[in-house]
């Protein structure tokens, strides 16, 4: 069957307006009442009244048969904007080591470009003393595919630098003065080493250690293919990170997480890093295929169940998918490498997107509120792409994804899929990884003395 949106909007005009009848005739029949005996009343009102809820059920039971069913509407509430929000404020406060405060703009000097018209695109005055020939002046004979670099801290110009193949020097906009790099630059790396056990939020915990907000967010991002950061955490779990912070003439510009433990209830997971991408110590990838769910910050408002009953008529209707509860807008990302082969107004599904990964899955996201601009069907995505955005489309009352995963056609709960294990690492690399972190072998046994035990809070 084939529903539009003008006939749900003439259902909803029929309740009410049905409603209003309901009231004034109950009003009516008490006024009157007094003046018409019983019999008369229930000739002429009951009649009406009968008729009204008979209506009224009627068009329940066509509303329910609809291609895409009722129960979603009934089942999904509202999202709490005010606890997202919160959430999302807390995951992204910022400690006094704050990354986001020094930002960079980098020009490849071209053709008919020189100094004045590069500071005018990054919006300030080329300072007199890069403009004076002089013997310390490296920036005075900017040349083509030059490389200049404009550091701001908190949005103020802090530096200028000048790369070439034989030229490397910075100005310094606060003390107006020239330098060459070896004169300034000094990179420093310091090691840390976090831990703590997690009392009730993961995230507060985390904080509470000494890690960054985007340090934590690395670490959730290692274990996120095994914990589900939203559901999963305990009291009594517990990690330990050994981080690398680099500072480049003093300034903290970057952290790199080598090794992380985390215990969650029973299981105990370790990373190592290697090439930049995480391992247990057998060389097994820590990313899997898919990821746990298509959006960040989410909350599980509908699960995947082949038997559940229709509220009203008690009717088997499947849901056969998992609907995700997050604010319009929330970015939706593809849970996997993959080919857009849907990109449309699917009927009760409202704005669809269904990718194909390889020959055998495919994945569904219902109810968009819009597509990301630059998706098309054919289109190639990589795992954690945005597609589009959270929204309310289709068969749906409150902002959702429906989120469906199919295994060569069949709906399977994404929930409990197991997916296949990613390439092991070969010989040769893993015992260079192992390798790599042995200078560190005392440190990580620590932590996995101290943060991996069952053997501390309640039991
Ligand atoms: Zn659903």
């Known amino acids: 069957m084939n529903y539009t949106n003008s006939l749900d909007l003439n259902i909803i005009v029929i309740y009410v307006n ?31 009244i009968i008729i009204s809820i008979f209506i009224v059920f009627v068009s329940i039971y066509l509303y329910s048969n609809k ?21 999302k404020e807390y995951y992204s406060k910022r400690l006094s080591l704050d990354e986001s405060s020094i930002s960079q703009k980098t020009y490849i000097v071209k ?11 990054v919006g300030h005055t080329t300072p007199y003393t890069l403009l004076k020939k002089s013997t310390e002046n490296c920036f005075y004979n900017l040349k083509i595919n030059d490389e200049l670099i404009f550091e701001f801290l908190n949005e103020k110009l802090k ?69 589900d950061f939203s559901i999963d955490i305990r009291s009594g779990d517990s ?27 029973k299981r105990v997971i370790e990373a190592y890093r290697y090439n930049d991408k995480f391992y247990d110590i057998k060389g097994n990838p820590l990313r899997k295929q898919f990821l746990r769910a298509p959006i960040d910050f989410y909350r599980i ?37 993959g080919t857009v082969i849907h990109k449309g107004t699917k009927g009760g599904y409202g704005k669809t997107v269904i990718i194909r990964h390889g020959n055998i899955y495919t994945t569904l996201y219902a109810h968009l509120s819009k597509y990301h601009k630059k998706l098309y069907v054919g289109k190639k995505v990589k795992q954690k792409e945005i597609i589009g955005y959270v929204g309310s489309t289709g ?19 994404s929930l409990k899929v ?10 040769g690399y893993l015992s260079e990884m192992i390798s790599n972190h042995k200078d560190n072998s005392d440190i990580y046994s620590w932590l996995r003395k101290n943060y991996s035990h069952t053997a501390y809070g309640k039991k």
């Open 18 to 48: 049905l409603f209003k009848y309901f009231i004034i005739s109950i009003h009516q029949r008490t006024k009157e009442s007094i003046k018409f005996n019983i019999m008369k009343l229930a000739n002429i009102k009951y009649k009406k």
């Open 67 to 87: 291609s895409y069913s009722l129960y979603e509407l009934n089942y999904i509430d509202n999202v709490d904007n005010d606890e997202y929000n919160s959430k």
């Open 111 to 121: 053709k008919n470009q020189n100094l004045s018209v590069l500071f005018k695109k």
């Open 159 to 227: 530096s200028v630098k000048r790369k070439s193949k034989k030229i490397d020097c910075i100005y310094d906009v606060k003390e107006n003065i020239i330098q060459s790099r070896d004169q300034v630059f000094e990179t420093e790396t310091e090691r840390f080493v976090f831990f703590n056990n997690i009392s009730n939020s993961f995230y507060s915990a985390a904080l509470k250690s000494g890690l960054s907000a985007n340090e934590i967010m690395s670490l959730a991002d290692i274990f996120g293919w095994d914990i």
């Open 239 to 265: 990690f330990g990170v050994y981080i690398e912070r680099t500072f480049v003439d003093s300034n903290y510009v970057g952290s790199e997480i080598k090794y992380a433990i985390f215990k969650n209830r």
């Open 301 to 337: 408002s509908s699960k995947f169940n082949r038997k559940r009953l229709h509220p009203i008529f008690k009717k088997v209707r499947p849901h056969l998918g998992t609907d995700y509860a997050a604010p319009k807008g929330t970015p939706i990302y593809t849970t996997g490498d």
């Open 395 to 413: 068969y749906s009352t409150g902002p959702h994804v429906h989120y469906e995963f199919r295994v060569r056609g069949v709906h399977k709960n």
């Open 418 to 427: 197991k997916f296949k294990k990613g390439r092991k690492l070969k010989k």
